[in-house]
């Protein structure tokens, strides 16, 4: 009976190892990163008063939000995550962020300067972009597909997705695939393997 029962270990453990092998592989395979879209062509002021188009990230790797400074709910932790994805890439020239505000009436470079400064963005390719709210819900809306509206009933009295995009040095939305190999399109901005995805495919992309 033991004999048998020490076959019967072995062949489960065999069985497993068959199952468990390409699991383990394709943890630690590098993602394919597939192209979303092209990023639409912008242009709005940032926090220095200055004029950032597209041109701005040409040969850049950089992380897109919307937000808007005055929000009480999920900006907070948007921003205090893509702050620790700046840090993780401080020391390289072609990387950046750009944070849109979708309450531009409001956000005035000033504002966004002081903004900026209270919660630690000091990466020099860190815009916070302001101008026609129009443009800016269109490019949220119908260029990103990331959603930004105004709605008087939420907190804050706007509402907006809480991912990021993630854009390439040729200025395409690039993005992994999940485990049943479809694309996720963004990245969570509120969830920590959201931010770690996020960052894995930064690196990727550098190296591009």
């Not at 048998?4 to 395979?29: D, E, H, R, T, W």
């Not at 394919?32 to 709005?44: A, R």
Request: include cysteine; charged fraction near 20%.
């Amino acid at each position: 009976m033991k004999k048998y029962s020490y076959v019967g270990v072995a062949f489960i453990i065999l069985i497993f190892g068959i199952y468990a092998i390409p699991k383990i592989v394709n943890k630690f395979k590098t993602p394919q990163l597939i192209t979303i879209g092209k990023v639409p062509s912008f242009e709005f002021t940032n926090q220095n008063g200055k004029l950032i188009s597209n041109s701005f990230y040409n040969n850049k790797v950089y992380v897109v939000e919307f937000f808007f400074t005055t929000c009480p709910t999920i900006c907070p932790k948007m921003n205090e995550n893509m702050v620790t994805i700046q840090n993780e890439f401080y020391a390289h020239q072609d990387f950046g962020i750009v944070s849109f505000s979708i309450n531009p009436k409001y956000d005035t470079p000033k504002i966004l300067k002081q903004y900026a400064k209270d919660n630690g963005a000091t990466l020099k390719n860190w815009n916070f972009l302001t101008g026609d709210q129009d443009k800016i819900y269109d490019l949220a809306n119908n260029g990103f597909t990331l959603y930004a509206g105004e709605n008087s009933d939420a907190e804050g009295g706007f509402e907006h997705s809480g991912m990021f995009a993630l854009i390439d040095k040729q200025g395409n939305i690039r993005s992994r695939l999940d485990e049943f190999g479809n694309p996720i399109a963004f990245y969570d901005g509120l969830d920590s393997k959201g931010v770690q995805q996020i960052k894995e495919d930064i690196t990727i992309l550098l190296k591009e």
